[in-house]
T-cell receptor, first 112, second 112 residues
Framework: AQSVTQLDSQVPVFEEAPVELRCNYS??????LFWYVQYPNQGLQLLLK??????LVKGINGFEAEFNKSQTSFHLRKPSVHISDTAEYFC??????????FGAGTRLFVKA | ETGVTQSPTHLIKTRGQQVTLRCSSQ?????VSWYQQALGQGPQFIFQ???????GRGNFPPRFSGLQFPNYSSELNVNALELDDSALYLC???????????FGPGTRLTVT
C-alpha cells in the first residue's frame, strides 16, 4: 500500500527566511508526486508536480521540490517566504491509477 | 475558461438524513474525483467518475454514492448521515491526462 508522511504539522518562519516542508512517501511501484496549497476556506491549488525526468521541479509562487528516490522524499522549498505564503500545504502521490493519496498537511505560518 | 464549482457552499444536516452535493467540472474535463477532508486532515479519496462510470473507489461505505452526467458534472450522495461525516467535501476534475487535478472550493457539511 502507498502512503505519504508529512514530517511537520506546523512550520513557523519569519518573512524573507527560507523554508523547507518535508514529505516522505512509501510505495512499491513508481509514483507521481505533487504539492498542493490550500488557503483558508478554499480548495486545493497545484503548486508543482513530478511525473518523470529532472528530479528538481519548479512550481508557481517561487516554490521548488526535489524528488529523491533513494530517500523516498519530495521536500518542498522556497528561498524567501512572504506573509501571503501562510497556508496549508499538502504532499500527494499517484501511482498511475485512479486514486491520489494525500499527506496530513503542514501548516506554514509566516511571521512579520 | 470556467473553473470547478461546487454547491452549496455550506450545509447543515441532522444525523440520519440524506444529502446531495453538486460539482461542475472544468470545461473539457471528463473525469471527476470526490474527496472528504476532515478538520485538520488531508483529503481522503472517496471515488472517481470517468465518462459517467465509477472508475475507482476508496475506503468509504456504500452509503456514499455518486453520479456523473453527460455534461460531466457530478453529484455526491450520502445517506444515513453520521456525525463523523462532518467535513469539507472537495470535487476535482481532470482531463484524464497529466495527472493534474483542478479542485473546487468545497462544500462544508456539518452533521448535528
Amino acid at each position: 500500500a502507498q502512503s505519504v508522511t508529512q514530517l511537520d504539522s506546523q512550520v513557523p518562519v519569519f518573512e524573507e527566511a527560507p523554508v523547507e516542508l518535508r514529505c516522505n512517501y512509501s510505495s512499491s511501484v513508481s509514483v507521481y508526486l505533487f504539492w498542493y496549497v490550500q488557503y483558508p476556506n478554499q480548495g486545493l491549488q497545484l503548486l508543482l508536480k513530478y511525473l518523470s525526468g529532472s528530479t528538481l521541479v519548479k512550481g508557481i509562487n517561487g516554490f521548488e521540490a526535489e524528488f529523491n528516490k533513494s530517500q523516498t522524499s519530495f521536500h518542498l522549498r522556497k528561498p524567501s517566504v512572504h506573509i501571503s505564503d501562510t497556508a496549508e500545504y499538502f504532499c500527494a502521490l499517484d501511482t498511475g491509477g485512479f486514486k491520489t493519496i494525500f499527506g496530513a498537511g503542514t501548516r506554514l505560518f509566516v511571521k512579520a | 475558461e470556467t473553473g470547478v464549482t461546487q454547491s452549496p457552499t455550506h450545509l447543515i444536516k441532522t444525523r440520519g438524513q440524506q444529502v446531495t452535493l453538486r460539482c461542475s467540472s472544468q470545461s473539457g474535463h471528463n473525469t471527476v474525483s470526490w474527496y472528504q477532508q476532515a478538520l485538520g486532515q488531508g483529503p481522503q479519496f472517496i471515488f472517481q467518475y470517468y465518462r459517467e462510470e465509477e472508475n475507482g473507489r476508496g475506503n468509504f461505505p456504500p452509503r456514499f454514492s455518486g453520479l456523473q452526467f453527460p455534461n460531466y458534472s457530478s453529484e455526491l450522495n450520502v445517506n444515513a448521515l453520521e456525525l463523523d461525516d462532518s467535513a469539507l467535501y472537495l470535487c476535482a476534475s481532470s482531463d484524464g491526462t497529466g495527472y493534474e487535478q483542478y479542485f473546487g472550493p468545497g462544500t462544508r457539511l456539518t452533521v448535528t
